[in-house]
């Protein structure tokens, strides 16, 4: 999921039942008003299910015991924005959270790696995506499936982002047909 689509994810989006998340917005903020709600998604491709997996699953299990704890022991200084109530990921208190603070605090990370003599890259959220990207394609899923998970409008974008993934699977897949040209 993208960073804004995370965000913006509410208990109703998780269907813990058929384990699917459900993506239906991305987090925003408009500046000038200084206001921030979920919107729709840009296109419909955006708008999508993901199979949830089970590690997944018991992560938002947790999250989401943990947090009624904190609303029942918290009472009336759980605050959350009216735009965004019943959000996953939130702050102690209740407040659903910020992109930018999410960035900010992943680089604190990398410093103190990078501080400690560890050579470490930096990261952003979307790292997480592309990784999870390139490796669900160098462990076999069609690109096309891929397509659809990541909420790409086209095969195009996915191949043009994921392709440096292909030419190892190129050989591989060529091997399938050593045997039919003898």
């Not at 509410?10 to 903020?29: E, M, P, S």
């Not at 921030?36 to 840009?42: E, Q, V």
């Not at 009216?82 to 603070?101: E, H, N, P």
Request: one cysteine or more; a positive charge; proline letters at 3%.
């Amino acid at each position: 999921m993208r960073i804004g689509e995370k965000c913006a994810l509410q208990w109703q989006d998780i269907d813990f039942k058929n384990k699917l998340l459900k993506v239906r917005g991305t987090l925003v903020y408009l500046r000038d008003d200084k206001k921030r709600f979920k919107d729709s998604p840009k296109t419909s491709k955006n708008t999508r299910d993901i199979p949830m997996l089970d590690n997944v699953e018991q992560l938002l299990k947790k999250r989401k015991k943990n947090q009624l704890q904190s609303i029942i022991l918290l009472g009336d200084k759980w605050k959350t924005e009216d735009s965004l109530k019943d959000i996953v990921f939130t702050y102690d208190t209740g407040g659903a959270m910020w992109l930018s603070a999410i960035r900010v605090d992943m680089k604190k990370i990398v410093d103190k790696i990078n501080d400690a003599d560890i050579e470490f890259e930096k990261i952003t959220p979307h790292t997480f995506r592309h990784t999870f990207a390139t490796r669900g394609l160098e462990r076999g899923i069609p690109s096309k499936v891929m397509q659809t998970i990541l909420g790409h409008t086209s095969l195009a974008m996915t191949m043009d982002l994921y392709s440096h993934v292909l030419p190892n699977t190129k050989a591989e897949e060529m091997q399938k047909l050593s045997g039919l040209f003898k």
